[in-house]
């Protein structure tokens, strides 16, 4: 049996997600990781010899190495041009995720696919990872609205016990709160602000934010 | 067969492979492949688990030792593997071309015996190699087939039959090695 040479150009989502699977299994032997992967690329004969085993290592080594890949555009949405209900959605799917599991939920959103397992690779990893750093710079230019705050469990002390068995909120609620703040409760709102672009939203939050910081310092 | 004399009786100690059951290979290449050991304990080891006499195990010197041990290696061992073997009225066959290859599906089989350690190593690669040509692919590499095959050929089988398999595993293994060291050194100089 011939195996040709794989490069991640040649994996789709769903072969990367199984890929990923099997590489997470901690009680694999050196060999059974090999055909595991080989049966995700190819029809593997039942009687492989040795010699092609060492073919289909070879043939499947690209896993080891970096995805690099370019941007593909196409039907792709503009991170800054997200409505706000869109960047819930991917904010409570990569929360609420795996960074593997995220990807095709993701994925779909940007692009509008309806069905992403079949979808190359690397025709979305770039969009996927990009958009991981979009989220995160956006966290950072609004920090009155963020706490990205790492260190913030190590400040807790023992008063604060109590609080932490308090289950914390999903991020589904989280958001839905804040919602409900900007919308000051008018259910009539909802649709109209869930349409708006994330950005003006966050900046609209923020500016009422900083408003009330001022006035509570005006007043003392 | 090795003569020992001592004490004017004479000892026999059983050296080559074909005098070996399989059952005793194992413990042999336990004791043998042990972490932790130095030479000369491991091969003391293999004397007592062999019967050897206190009495000529604690007057041997050290050049007697050393010539103990090398007439215990000193015998001829066929390179050629075992293609059939019958156990219990029923055939067994290692491989069915011309020459012998190991098969992926084994040396997974193999890798996941090596992890039990229970110092029988030897007779689950044999069973994991040889197949009764009775059943089909799934029946053979189920487990508890294995170990049933595995318990029989302990008992029929003799190191003969094992040790060029066992050789051919450790040159597959050394080779394994020798490749991902290159493909790490070629990693190393592509950066």
């Known amino acids: ?10 994996c789709t989502v769903g072969q990367f997600q199984d ?28 009687d492989m010899t040795d010699s092609e085993l060492r073919k289909l290592k070879q043939s499947i080594s690209f896993i080891t190495k970096p995805i690099i890949c370019k941007l593909n555009t196409q039907n792709l949405k503009s991170f800054n041009k997200l409505s706000i209900a869109k960047f ?71 008063e604060e016990e109590e609080e932490e068995e308090t289950k914390p909120l999903d991020p589904g609620s989280v958001w839905m709160r804040t919602i409900f703040a900007i919308t000051q409760g008018d259910i009539t709102k909802y649709t109209h602000v869930m349409g708006l672009p994330h950005i003006l939203v966050f900046n609209w ?16 | 067969m090795l003569k020992i004399n001592c004490n004017e009786e004479v000892f026999e100690l059983r050296n080559t ?76 066959k290692s491989f069915e071309s011309d020459e012998f290859e190991f098969k992926a599906r ?17 007779s689950w690669v044999m069973a994991i190699l040889f197949k009764d040509v009775e059943l089909t692919n799934t029946e053979h590499r189920d487990w508890s087939h294995i170990k049933h095959k595995a318990e029989q050929f302990r008992k029929h089988l003799t190191a003969g039959e094992a040790a060029p398999f066992m050789v051919r595993l450790v040159r597959r293994q050394m080779s394994e090695l020798d490749h991902a060291t290159k493909n790490v050194d070629n990693g190393i100089q592509a950066t």
């Open chain 1, 19 to 46: 890929v990923q699977d099997i590489i997470s299994q901690t009680n694999i032997t050196p060999t059974d990781f090999v055909l595991e992967v080989g049966d995700v690329f190819f029809d593997l004969d039942e």
């Open chain 2, 106 to 122: 084994d040396i997974s089989l193999i890798e996941q015996a090596q992890l039990k350690e229970d110092g029988h190593f030897p």
């Open chain 1, 88 to 158: 819930i959605d991917l904010d409570v799917l990569l929360v609420s995720n795996s960074f593997i599991d995220a990807l095709p939920k993701v994925v779909k959103l940007l692009y509008d696919f309806d069905d992403v397992e079949d979808v190359k690779l690397t025709d979305v990893y770039k969009a996927f990872e990009d958009y991981i750093k979009y989220r995160s710079d956006v966290y950072k230019k609004y920090p009155n609205l963020f706490d990205t705050n790492d260190d913030e469990e190590e400040d807790y002390d023992d």
């Open chain 2, 17 to 92: 492979p074909d005098e070996l059951t399989l059952n005793e290979f194992d413990q042999i290449f336990s004791i043998v492949n042990r972490d932790g050991s130095d030479n000369v304990t491991k091969y003391f080891d293999v004397f007592e688990f062999l019967k050897v006499p206190d009495v000529i195990l604690d007057n041997l010197s050290q050049k007697e030792f050393i010539e103990m041990v090398e007439s215990f290696n000193d015998y001829e061992l066929s390179k050629d593997v075992a293609g059939e073997v019958v156990v219990n009225g029923r055939t067994y």
């Open chain 1, 1 to 10: 049996m011939e195996f040709k040479q794989l490069s991640w150009f040649d």
């Open chain 1, 205 to 220: 939050v923020s500016l009422s934010e900083s408003l009330k910081t001022s006035k509570q310092t005006q007043i003392q």
